[in-house]
């Protein structure tokens, strides 16, 4: 590789690190993971730093191959035998105490959700990208993150309520019927967000 390109490469990745790092623990819910994640997805690119460092965005194409890499490693036969321990240690103060529930609960919520409904929803509501913007980062179409959002966030939704995590439904939501306003709110068909 050109000393040029090899320095483009450096300054791009020193710049994305610890937002690529946040995204791929957000994806994954592992600290871990999420290094080994990046380590690949910066190793991929390295690769292919000859023909990708004309890419306008960067960040983006970094999200792509780290979520890419995130659903590949779903598929192998070791990922589908791990197992993550329900039970959190216990913590000192009630503040702590509700604080770390509530992120167990998340996890726990977010860990049922596939690889790629993990992804759709932390792009689109951590970090607020638009559904076009995510179907880009993805190679989906935008029906596609609009369905598995609303799938996701609806799962979400299932789980943290039979937890009493969040506030209880509105009527509406435990008849099943929604409102209009609801299915087609501020960030399209995934019902108003999270």
Known sequence: MREELRESFVAMATSELNQLRRFA?????????????????????YVAWPRAHDVGDHG???????????????????????????NMPETSGADIAADAAERHDLAQALAGLTAKQRAIVVLRFMED????????ILGIAPGTVKRQSH??????????LSNDAVAPATADE?????????????????????
């Open 25 to 45: 623990y957000a994806v994954c819910g592992d600290w871990h993971r999420a290094d080994d994640l990046v380590q690949a997805a910066l190793e991929r690119m």
């Open 60 to 86: 983006a194409y970094a999200r792509k191959v780290l979520v890419r890499l995130a659903i590949s490693e779903t598929r192998r036969p070791w990922w589908r035998r791990e197992r993550v321990a329900d």
């Open 129 to 136: 990208r638009t559904v076009a913007d995510v179907a880009q």
């Open 151 to 160: 799938d996701a966030i609806g799962h979400l939704r299932r789980h943290l």
């Open 174 to 194: 435990r008849s099943g019927s929604a409102s209009p306003a609801d299915r087609t709110g501020a960030h399209g068909a995934t019902g108003g967000g999270i």
